[in-house]
């Protein structure tokens, strides 16, 4: 069965300074992996996605995540954190089958301080 | 027009009430989800539809019921609610299964 784990329930980092959200992924077959980021009381706001083809994927609002499969790893990161980048994080798989249904880890929250 | 919308932002509804949440997107998407999310919790999927057709149902109760009169459009309407079913409730849409989800803002469902 498909799943995802992100190993940190939050993650705290200084504003300016780089960051990484982690996530782990266990697919059969060729994974579908996507990052959302989630701001309070907001839906969840696509962030990037790997499909296919290059190992690190660039994203929206300087977001990029870097596809590791032999280490079946999907870890997201920026090189420098806004205060406004505090939310939560999740990392998903698509399921097999053409359902469009996600498998979603249990979320990262980032807190960036000033 | 890349937006998901949904209606009401708000709701609180008692356990006999008959209410429903409506979502519209017009990006032409083939596929639109009906999620539930508990606070600080991923969302759990509960319906899917694909080219207007019911494709997955995740064992939601019967007081769940989801619509998809046409392709832009998606309702759950909701009957004899219990409290516990108080959450935010997320539509999202995708091109089709294979592509990624946009979400909408949710409504948050109370029921007293």
């Known amino acids: 069965a498909q799943s995802v784990a992100q190993p940190e329930d939050q993650v705290n980092v200084a504003e300016g300074n780089p960051l990484t959200v982690k996530c782990t992924y266990s697919v059969s077959g060729n994974p579908y992996l996507f990052w959302y980021v989630q701001y309070p009381n907001r839906g969840l706001q696509f962030l990037l996605k790997?499909?296919?083809?290059?190992?690190l994927v660039k994203g929206s609002y300087g977001f990029e995540a870097e596809f590791n499969k032999s280490q079946t790893s999907f870890h997201l990161k920026k090189p420098s954190a806004l205060v406004s980048d505090s939310a939560l994080y999740f990392c998903a798989v698509r399921d097999t089958g053409n359902t469009g249904k996600l498998i979603f880890g249990q979320g990262t929250t980032l807190q960036v301080k000033p | 027009d890349t937006e998901v919308t949904q209606t009401p932002k708000h709701l609180v509804m008692g356990m006999t009430n008959k209410k429903s949440l409506k979502c519209e997107q017009h990006?032409?998407?083939?596929?639109m989800y009906w999620y539930k999310q508990k606070a600080k919790k991923p969302p759990e999927l509960m319906f899917v539809?694909?080219?207007?057709?019911?494709?997955i149902n995740e064992s939601v109760p019967s007081r769940f019921s989801p619509e998809c009169p046409n392709s832009s459009l998606l309702n759950l309407h909701l009957h004899a609610l219990q409290p516990e079913d108080s959450a935010l409730y997320l539509c999202?849409?995708?091109?089709?299964?294979?592509?990624?989800?946009?979400f909408g803002p949710g409504t948050r469902l109370t029921v007293l």
């Open positions: 539809y694909s080219y207007e057709k019911l494709s």
């Open positions: 999202a849409s995708s091109q089709t299964g294979y592509n990624e989800q946009f």
């Open positions: 990006m032409g998407h083939r596929a």
């Open positions: 790997y499909i296919t083809g290059d190992n």
